[in-house]
């Protein structure tokens, strides 16, 4: 099972930016399935964005889409997430997420395929 840690979480203006990176370790972490969910303060946890093990796939939830990028460095096991044009409504936990698969392709927008999670990092928009 591949270990997941966030950092790049911070404090930003409405209208910023940030860049949250998600670093894997443990045995075969090219071939993992990797997401982002997010949990702002009294609220579930939702979907942001997923990307396949290739890099060669990816979505991103309707309300982040034009505004949060999501990519990897497998050379580096590195996920990272680049959120632009940032809204007091991005405020909350930020996950990271990983899980294996056979396919290259393969991604996943809800929580229950994912078998590693991090420690989280927050993310808070002031207006």
């Known amino acids: 099972q591949v270990q997941l840690a966030e950092s790049g979480g911070g404090l930003v203006q409405a209208g910023g930016s940030l860049r949250l990176s998600c670093a894997a370790s443990g045995s075969l972490v090219y071939n993992y399935v990797t997401g982002w969910f997010r949990q702002a303060p009294g609220k579930e946890r939702e979907f942001v964005a997923s990307?396949?093990?290739?890099?060669?796939?990816?979505y991103a939830a309707d309300s982040v889409q034009g505004r949060f990028t999501i990519s990897r460095d497998n050379a580096k096991n590195m996920v990272h997430l680049q959120m632009s044009t940032l809204k007091p409504e991005d405020t909350g936990a930020y996950f990271c997420a990983a899980t294996p698969s056979a396919q290259s392709w393969r991604i996943y927008t809800t929580e229950d395929p994912y078998l590693s999670w991090g420690q989280g990092t927050q993310v808070t928009v002031s207006s």
């Open positions: 990307v396949s093990w290739s890099g060669t796939n990816t």
